[in-house]
Structure formats: C-alpha cells, structure tokens
C-alpha cells in the first residue's frame, strides 16, 4: 500500500472517531434528561393522590365541625403516608375551608362552604391544588 492511501485511512478514522463522539454525547445528554422525568411524574401523580386524600379527610368530618381555617398545615412521605413533621423529600399540604355564602349571616348548616387543598414540595414549590365545595343536605 502506498503512503498516501494510509493518511487518508487516518483522516477518515479520525472522522469517524469524532462523529461516534458527537453521537455519544448526545446520547448522554438525552440519557440525563430522561432520568429526570420519572421523578416528576412520580411526584405530579403523589400531588394529586396527597390533595384528594386531604379533601376526603376533611369531607368525613361532621358539616358542623367544618369551621373556617387560613391554611392547615400538614406534612407527608414521599408514599403519601401522613409523616410527622417535614421529611426528605415529602409533600406539605395546607388545607383551607371557608364559607362561600352565608345565607343568614351565623355560622350554621345553611353556608355553602368550600375546601381548598394546596400541595407544596419541600423547595416550596406548588404541586397542586384541588377545590371542592361542601353543603349541609344541598341548597
């Protein structure tokens, strides 16, 4: 073989060599990304289970025991599971109740009141919020 075809072997390895690199980077790159939106989808769909599970908890007691509250606050695992304080990677939720109309002006079973369930990270961003509205045998 001559000289000359053995350098251009090399150019064309040389080529070849920073083309499968560029392809591997961004394959890496992606790889990363990827990674990534498992956990967020976990924690949008824990969100949401956490806010509706809050809105029942709260649906269950007495009409009469629903009195008015700026924002409840309460902590969970990441499961789901009430936790007792704020945990690694955990939920807070902070549950407000207040009354949409108030037909007489006493605070009675005639109100129409909603509950409203936000759904926090540990970093303080929000998740979620779920809304519902609560009445004493209808209107």
């Given at each position: 073989?001559?000289?000359?075809?053995?350098?251009?072997?090399?150019?064309?390895l040389?080529?070849a060599?920073?083309?499968?690199?560029?392809?591997a980077?961004?394959?890496l790159s992606t790889?990363?990304?990827?990674?990534?939106?498992?956990?967020a989808k976990?924690?949008?769909?824990?969100?949401?289970?956490?806010?509706?599970?809050?809105?029942?908890?709260?649906?269950?007691?007495?009409?009469e025991?629903?009195?008015?509250?700026n924002?409840?606050?309460?902590?969970y695992d990441?499961?789901g599971?009430?936790?007792?304080?704020?945990?690694a990677?955990?939920f807070?939720?902070?549950?407000?109740?207040s009354?949409?109309?108030?037909?007489?002006?006493?605070?009675?079973?005639?109100?129409?009141?909603?509950?409203?369930?936000?759904v926090?990270?540990?970093s303080?961003?929000?998740?979620?919020?779920q809304?519902t509205?609560?009445?004493?045998?209808?209107?």
């Amino acid at each position: 073989m001559s000289r000359r075809h053995r350098g251009v072997t090399l150019i064309e390895l040389l080529i070849a060599a920073l083309l499968i690199s560029i392809v591997a980077a961004c394959a890496l790159s992606t790889w990363s990304v990827l990674q990534k939106v498992p956990n967020a989808k976990r924690a949008t769909e824990m969100s949401s289970f956490i806010a509706v599970q809050a809105i029942e908890r709260v649906k269950a007691r007495k009409y009469e025991n629903l009195a008015d509250t700026n924002g409840a606050v309460s902590y969970y695992d990441k499961n789901g599971a009430p936790a007792g304080g704020v945990s690694a990677h955990g939920f807070t939720v902070r549950s407000y109740i207040s009354t949409v109309v108030d037909r007489d002006g006493n605070s009675d079973t005639e109100d129409l009141r909603e509950i409203r369930v936000d759904v926090f990270d540990n970093s303080g961003k929000q998740l979620e919020t779920q809304r519902t509205l609560v009445s004493f045998g209808g209107l």
